[in-house]
C-alpha cells in the first residue's frame, strides 16, 4: 500500500490504473478508523480492481465551536488497519492540498436547501456545505468508478448523491448498512468521547429508533411516534436534537402511498453528538 500525500503523484497513479483498464474505488475517511470504515472498505474491494481510501480531517465541514482541532487524529494506526485490507493507496494530503486557494477563499458546493435545511442542517449550518465540497474534490482527484459511504451519515449519503446526479459525475455511489457494537450502538470514531457511563446510556439511541420502526410497520401514526421518540429518549438521558421520519428518496414529508420511509435522530451525551437511522419498508 502506497501513502501519498501529493496531489500529482496520485493524480498520475490512478492515471496508470486506467491506461491499464483496471476499475477504481474510493472510500473517502476522516481517519480515526473503526470496524465500520473497514466494512466499506471491503466492499468497494468487492466492486473494484484498484482502491483508495482517504483520509482527511476536513476543516470546512467543522462549525465555530465544534471539534476540529481535538478530532482524533491516528494515521499510523489508520495505514496499519489498511494494509491488510487490499487498499492500493491511503491519500492523506494536508490542508493546503486540498484547498490550494485557502478556505476563506476557496469554491463551494452548495447543495439545495430542502435536503440540508434540515435535521443535521439545522444544528451544523454549513457541515454540508463543507462535505459536497471535500467529496467534489476528492471524486475530481481519483476519478472512481466507485465510490463507498456509509448509510449512518444517512443524510450525507443523500445530499452526495443528490450532488453526483446534478453535477453529472461519472461514479456509482454505494451505500453500505451500519455497522454496530454488540450492544446495537452504531459505530463512530466520536463514541470515543463517551464516559464509560455515557457508553452505558447511548445504545438506548438505536433501541428508540428500532421500536419506532417497528411501529410505523404495524400501523402507528409518524408524528405521535416522533413526540413519543423524544420522550423516550429523554427518559435514557440523551436529550434529542431531533426524531423524523421522512421519506428514504430525498427526505421529504413521506405521503400515505410511500412505502421506503427512514426514521432518524441526533442526541447529545456529554461531550458526543450521536446520529443514527433506521430505513423502514411498509407493506401496503
Known amino acids: 500500500m502506497q501513502l501519498i500525500h501529493d496531489v500529482a503523484q496520485l493524480r498520475e497513479t490512478v492515471r496508470a490504473w486506467k491506461r491499464a483498464g483496471q476499475q477504481v474505488g474510493l472510500v473517502p475517511t476522516m481517519g480515526n478508523l473503526h470496524d465500520g470504515h473497514i466494512s466499506l472498505v471491503d466492499q468497494a474491494r468487492e466492486q473494484a480492481q484498484r482502491l483508495v481510501a482517504t483520509v482527511f480531517v476536513n476543516p470546512l465541514q467543522f462549525g465555530e465551536g465544534e471539534d476540529y482541532q481535538t478530532y482524533p487524529?491516528?494515521?499510523e494506526a489508520d495505514a496499519e488497519r489498511l494494509r491488510g485490507h487490499g487498499v492500493d493507496v491511503l491519500f492523506a494530503p494536508g490542508v493546503e492540498a486540498m484547498y490550494p486557494s485557502g478556505l476563506g477563499s476557496a469554491t463551494r458546493i452548495v447543495p439545495p436547501p430542502e435536503l440540508t435545511e434540515k435535521l443535521c442542517g439545522l444544528a451544523r449550518p454549513g457541515h454540508f456545505t463543507g462535505v459536497a465540497t471535500v467529496v467534489a474534490k476528492l471524486l475530481n482527484?481519483?476519478?472512481p468508478d466507485v465510490a463507498v459511504?456509509?448509510?449512518?451519515?444517512?443524510q450525507q449519503l443523500q445530499v452526495i448523491r443528490r450532488m453526483v446526479l446534478d453535477l453529472n459525475l461519472p461514479v456509482r455511489v454505494h451505500g453500505c448498512e451500519t455497522v454496530r457494537e454488540a450492544d446495537g450502538l452504531a459505530m463512530s470514531s466520536r463514541n470515543?468521547?463517551?464516559?464509560?457511563?455515557?457508553r452505558r446510556q447511548a445504545p438506548a439511541l438505536g433501541q428508540t429508533l428500532r421500536w419506532v420502526a417497528e411501529q410505523l410497520i404495524?400501523?402507528?401514526?409518524?408524528?405521535?411516534?416522533?413526540?413519543?421518540?423524544?420522550?423516550r429518549l429523554k427518559q435514557a438521558?440523551?436529550?434529542?436534537?431531533?426524531?423524523?421520519?421522512?421519506?428514504a428518496t430525498d427526505l421529504s414529508p413521506p405521503r400515505p402511498e410511500d412505502a421506503e420511509l427512514v426514521?432518524?435522530?441526533?442526541?447529545r451525551l456529554g461531550r458526543a453528538r450521536l446520529i443514527d437511522n433506521r430505513e423502514v419498508r411498509l407493506r401496503h
Not at 438521558?237 to 421519506?247: C, D, N, Q, T
Request: glycine share 6%.
Open 237 to 247: 438521558g440523551l436529550p434529542a436534537e431531533y426524531v423524523s421520519v421522512l421519506r
Open 218 to 231: 404495524a400501523g402507528a401514526d409518524r408524528s405521535i411516534l416522533e413526540r413519543e421518540a423524544v420522550a
Open 141 to 143: 482527484l481519483v476519478q
Open 149 to 154: 459511504f456509509g448509510k449512518k451519515d444517512f
Open 73 to 75: 487524529r491516528t494515521l
Open 192 to 198: 470515543a468521547y463517551l464516559s464509560a457511563e455515557e
Open 263 to 267: 426514521v432518524l435522530a441526533a442526541v
